[in-house]
Structures are given as structure tokens and as C-alpha cells.
């Protein structure tokens, strides 16, 4: 979790929001006493160990919603599975 003084979030908020939009939540101190969290709200439903992946800079949190309907309408994919593809080259030794 990243630490800044009001002052700090005052002169750079947007590079602080850019953070809390990858997952990251900020505590925001005034006189080296915390005051204020500063989180993503999508994230507050999500489970714990996600949460802290995001935190710990182990991942970035979508930009978006996803489009299910959009995602529905994609063909199918044809051929082998890249997992199928991946234990092959496990097997191999590659």
C-alpha cells in the first residue's frame, strides 16, 4: 500500500488516481497521521488475495468492464489448445 501526505496528493493526484486505477490503494496522511484511504471501487468486491496481488504491483486491474455480449460473438478458435501446445513443449523438454 503506498503512503503520501495530503500535500503530496494535492500536487500530483492524477499520477496517484493512475495508481489506484491499477489496484493499488493509497493512504493519504496529514501530519504523519493517517486520515484517508484512497482505493479503486470496482475492487472492493473482489477477493482478498486479488486485492493484495494488485497492491503488490503483481498485476493490473482492468480498464474496463468486459463486454460479454461481445465476447459471446467471437468465433470459435480452431486447431490445438495453446495449453495442449504448452504441455507439448513441457513433454518435449523445450
Given at each position: 500500500m503506498i503512503q503520501a501526505s495530503v500535500s503530496?496528493?494535492?500536487?500530483?493526484?492524477?499520477?496517484?488516481?493512475?495508481?489506484?486505477?491499477a489496484g493499488q490503494s493509497v493512504?493519504?496522511?496529514?501530519?504523519?497521521?493517517?486520515?484517508a484511504v484512497l482505493e479503486p471501487v470496482e475492487s472492493a468486491g473482489w477477493p482478498e488475495?486479488?486485492?493484495n496481488a494488485l497492491q503488490q504491483g503483481e498485476g493490473k486491474a482492468p480498464r474496463s468492464r468486459l463486454d460479454v455480449a461481445a465476447f459471446k460473438r467471437l468465433p470459435p478458435a480452431h486447431g490445438p489448445s495453446l495449453s495442449a501446445a504448452v504441455l507439448e513443449e513441457r513433454r518435449q523438454g523445450r
Amino acid at each position: 500500500m503506498i503512503q503520501a501526505s495530503v500535500s503530496k496528493i494535492k500536487n500530483s493526484l492524477s499520477g496517484y488516481l493512475e495508481k489506484v486505477k491499477a489496484g493499488q490503494s493509497v493512504l493519504i496522511t496529514d501530519h504523519r497521521k493517517v486520515v484517508a484511504v484512497l482505493e479503486p471501487v470496482e475492487s472492493a468486491g473482489w477477493p482478498e488475495e486479488i486485492r493484495n496481488a494488485l497492491q503488490q504491483g503483481e498485476g493490473k486491474a482492468p480498464r474496463s468492464r468486459l463486454d460479454v455480449a461481445a465476447f459471446k460473438r467471437l468465433p470459435p478458435a480452431h486447431g490445438p489448445s495453446l495449453s495442449a501446445a504448452v504441455l507439448e513443449e513441457r513433454r518435449q523438454g523445450r
